[in-house]
């Protein structure tokens, strides 16, 4: 099964740097998924990391480490369009997903 | 290019009442398919997941069902609505050869509200 956690609400002003942390236990894992979802939409994909070490995207990284399943992905330089909620989640045959950090950005 | 749409989009329904989603994937062949809910200020919930015409697998116990009558064709059902069925429904496709490791692709959801 899956058991995932992540802070439920984080706060940051505009420009500044947010670091959402996820734990997971999960069977047959395959790599961990962090997706964006805005109010009413669907979620999009941010990032995938399948290996140990941080991933890079533009102002958003991501980092795993499988032994201490344990991820976290870095919001930088944080702009107001970036307020919505970031869904953790761990890989198998199946994708399943925490219940999301929502996070807001004040100017 | 491959697309996903789901609907409707928007549906309010009586308690007691059917429920009939439908979700179609263009663009590809033979993709692993996926309904989830979302309740209000919630994560988002498994419900089905499919990976082949007519294989469906259900994550928890409810009245709703789901069924794969074509290769690209995912639909969701229920004979009698609950209130606690009200939410976000979203299908989702990812590459059947991904296999725990493709990114999941969503349609636009379907928002649900039974009264």
């Known amino acids: 099964g899956q058991n995932i956690d992540q802070p439920t609400e984080m706060t940051a002003t505009e420009g500044a740097i947010v670091q959402i942390n996820c734990t997971y236990q999960?069977?047959?894992?395959?790599?961990l998924f962090w997706y964006q979802q805005h109010a009413g939409e669907a979620p999009t994909f941010l990032s995938y990391?399948?290996?140990?070490g941080l991933e890079e995207k533009g102002r958003f990284s991501s980092f795993l480490s499988r032994s201490k399943g344990y991820s976290y992905l870095l919001l930088k330089e944080l702009q107001m369009k970036d307020s919505a909620s970031y869904l953790c989640?761990?890989?198998?045959?199946?994708?399943?997903f925490g219940a999301g950090t929502t996070v807001t950005v004040r100017a | 290019s491959q697309t996903i749409h789901q609907w409707p989009a928007t549906l309010v329904q009586p308690v007691g009442s059917p429920l009939s989603l439908e979700c179609t994937v263009e663009?590809?062949?033979?993709?692993?398919l996926y309904w989830y809910r979302q309740a209000a200020g919630r994560g988002l919930q498994l419900l089905f997941y499919?990976?082949?015409?007519?294989?469906i697998s259900s994550e928890v116990p409810q009245n709703l069902s789901a069924s794969r009558p074509q290769d690209r064709q995912f639909i969701l059902s229920s004979k009698k609505l609950l209130l606690s069925d009200s939410g976000f429904y979203l299908c989702a496709w990812k590459d059947y050869r991904d296999y725990g490791t493709g990114e999941l692709f969503f349609g636009e959801g379907s928002r649900l509200t039974v009264l």
């Open positions: 999960t069977s047959g894992f395959n790599g």
């Open positions: 989640a761990p890989s198998g045959y199946k994708l399943s």
């Open positions: 663009g590809t062949s033979n993709p692993n």
């Open positions: 499919s990976v082949g015409i007519g294989q």
């Open positions: 990391n399948v290996l140990d």
